[in-house]
Structure formats: C-alpha cells, structure tokens
C-alpha cells in the first residue's frame, strides 16, 4: 500500500478563515472508495491522474502519533476525513482511524468525524470515542436506495447511515445528520425530520463545470444556481433559506448551514 504523506493541513487564507476547523487529518488519501460522483475532492485530483478507488494510499500511523504530539495542542480540534472518508472501507484492514483516535484522547485533542460510513458506529468504535473530543457528522445526500447506488457506489446505503446516526445520538454523543451536498431532488424531507437526531447540518450544493455536467446528466435542475463565486455556481440565499424552512421540524433539531448557523 503506497504511503499517503500529505495528511496534515491548515486551510489559509479565504477559505481557512470561513472554515471553524480548518485543520484536517486525513488519514488516508489521493483516492476513495465510496468513489463519490459529486465529490469535489474527485473533481481536484482525477484529471491530475491522483484519485484512485480501487487503492487508496494510507498515512503512516507513527507520523500521525508525532504530528499530534508535535503540531497540535489540548483544546485544539481537528477535522478527520477532509479530502477522503476516514471510514471508508480500507479503514475495516488498515485501521489508521481507530489508531488516530487513540492518539487524538491521549493527546486531548477534538476531532470532527465527517464520514458517509457506517462503521464509526461500531462498538470497536464506540468503545474508543471520547464523547468530551468527539463531534461526529454522518453525511446522507440521498434518501433514495437506488439514487444512493448510482452516485455513492462504495458507500454504505442511506437508511444504515441514519440507523449509525442514531444509535450514536442515544448513546449520547455530539452527531449530526449531514445534508452534503443538499441536492433537492434527492432528498426525502419526510424521511430526513423523523431521523431520531438533534441536529442537521446543511451543506449547500456548489457546482463546478464538472459537477455541473455530471448533474444535468442525473436530471438535476441546475437553473436555480444563479451565484457564481470562486468558479462554483450556488443558489442564493433566498432559496436555500426556503429549503432550510422545508427541512425544519417543530420543536426539533438545531439547523446548521455552512458558513452560517441558524436554530430553526
């Protein structure tokens, strides 16, 4: 399995000072086996010939246990699965995460979950997270099985993310269901208000050329995207409000968008 190097990073600049944790440990890159369509990660690097499915590389657990002593302080937190899933398959053999995590409670040091995996919910795993470092976010872009099939073909299905979700949320841990990318036509807000969850976490969709053809293949309306920033199209705050509104539930979850957060 070939070495994965660049696994620890700070976000400068615009995008670093928009981000709340803008530091990520990704302890395996240049490629996923959830082998997303939208991903913007994959959108970065398959032209460059850097993204490979099939064979992940892999960070080296030992320069992950020194960059946490050396590069990262009690109080700090950390976003695991920035540029690939931390839970994606792979991680069942190598157990990269599993080993970061240790080192991540030994060092006091939070860590933001960010998986479309199931597994971060097995007891191997529960037994290990700290709930006083722990923030986890279980992404669900479609509720559909078979749209689910066609544009995450390595991931777990939907309802074993949301099933992950809650039995998370009752053990008593900090989880959110994570729309990302929120795609209208593939979400069923029925089915996304009676997950047994307090809080949504709602990244809006940005659309690049790649995405953007790739979308309008899938049936996507794309015209509502009338924003353009940073080459992305996006849609304008009136309207992700709108469907903000639609996702909210009485009395339930805490509604958080990207970039700004709203108790709906």
Same mark, same amino acid.
């Given at each position: 399995?070939?070495? *994965?190097?660049? *696994? ?11 981000? #709340? ?25 398959? *032209? ?17 246990? #020194? ?19 931390? *839970? ?177």
């Amino acid at each position: 399995m070939t070495e *994965f190097k660049s *696994f620890f990073k700070t976000v400068q600049s615009g995008e670093g000072d928009r981000c #709340k944790y803008p530091t990520r440990l990704d302890t395996y890159g240049c490629g996923c086996s959830h082998n997303c369509a939208y991903c913007y990660a994959r959108s970065l690097l398959a *032209f460059r010939g850097l993204w490979n499915p099939v064979e992940p590389k892999e960070a080296n657990i030992e320069k992950i246990r #020194k960059t946490i002593a050396g590069k990262c302080k009690t109080g700090d937190v950390v976003r695991l699965g920035g540029m690939t899933d931390c *839970f994606q398959p792979r991680e069942k053999d190598a157990r990269i995460t599993y080993e970061t995590i240790k080192a991540l409670n030994h060092a006091g040091v939070g860590y933001l979950i960010v998986t479309k995996s199931d597994l971060v919910a097995e007891q191997e795993y529960v037994e290990i997270l700290d709930k006083r470092l722990a923030h986890i976010q279980i992404s669900v872009t479609s509720t559909d099985t078979e749209i689910s099939k066609r544009i995450e073909p390595g991931a777990p299905l939907p309802e074993r993310r949301i099933r992950a979700v809650e039995k998370l949320a009752a053990l008593g841990y900090d989880v959110a269901v994570r729309l990302s990318p929120f795609i209208k036509e593939f979400i069923d807000t029925a089915r996304i208000k009676a997950i047994e969850c307090g809080k949504i976490q709602v990244e809006f969709l940005r659309a690049n050329g790649w995405i953007g053809r790739w979308l309008q293949g899938c049936g996507v309306n794309l015209s509502e995207y009338t924003l353009s920033e940073g080459g992305y199209k996006h849609l304008t705050l009136a309207r992700k409000i709108q469907y903000l509104q639609e996702i909210r539930r009485g009395g339930g979850a805490t509604i958080y968008m990207r970039r700004c957060y709203a108790a709906l």
